[in-house]
């Protein structure tokens, strides 16, 4: 905790500058991490147990071990779906003067929009300007937004945006356990 604010100067202590001037200090350091090994080793010498050897096993033989259950590859029948990896485009944003660059996780792209809208609404994708109409900021390119079941409009991109930071082939079912939390759809 900070007590009181000060503009004083600490004390500076200088630490070692120079050469030795005491020879034998210079010839015979007070530590070193060779000494303190040795001295380590020295001390815990006789706490030390006696190494292992092995006994030996009179009149054995290798036993087989059953399979209990093997892994069957997936049929051909039932194709796994890649893990969803959401895209995002570049965007940029100006007040009339200066241009600079926004976050791209409020620009999914049109494909991932969609894919968004059918996994968690009605399948309807709607474009809407970045920062809403009017003031004196713009954008080059409109957002993309997904229709909720209850009507609600939702930035895809932002949804998208737990894909792309928890992927699902590293961290199974959380993206979509997050969003639907984020959403209030926990069943």
């Known amino acids: 905790m900070i007590d009181v604010i000060d503009n004083r100067i600490a004390p500076m ?8 001037k005491d020879a034998a200090l210079a010839k015979d350091p007070l530590f070193t991490v060779e000494k303190a090994l040795a001295e ?13 050897v092995p006994s030996p096993v009179i009149g054995t033989t290798p036993v087989a ?3 209990v ?17 959401p895209t995002f485009r570049k965007a940029t944003g100006t007040d009339g ?9 409020y620009f999914a792209t049109k494909e991932t929009a969609q894919w ?9 994708v709607t474009e809407a300007p970045f920062a809403g109409v009017g003031g004196i900021f713009s ?22 945006g737990y894909y792309q930071r928890n992927p699902s082939d590293k961290f ?3 993206a979509e356990k997050l969003i639907r939390s984020q959403l209030g759809l926990v069943s």
């Open 65 to 67: 071990s059953q399979i």
């Open 139 to 160: 954008c080059d390119i409109n957002e993309f937004h997904v229709k909720l079941k209850d009507g609600r409009l939702v930035n895809a991109g932002l949804l998208a």
């Open 13 to 20: 202590v200088p630490f070692m500058t120079g050469t030795f």
């Open 97 to 105: 003067v200066i241009t600079w660059s926004l976050n791209s996780t």
């Open 69 to 85: 259950a093997a892994a069957e590859p997936p049929s051909a029948a039932t194709p796994v779906d890649p893990p969803f990896e």
């Open 116 to 124: 968004i809208a059918n996994k968690f609404g009605l399948g309807e």
């Open 172 to 174: 199974p079912g959380l």
């Open 40 to 52: 380590y080793a020295a001390a815990n010498a006789a706490k030390a147990p006696p190494p292992a």
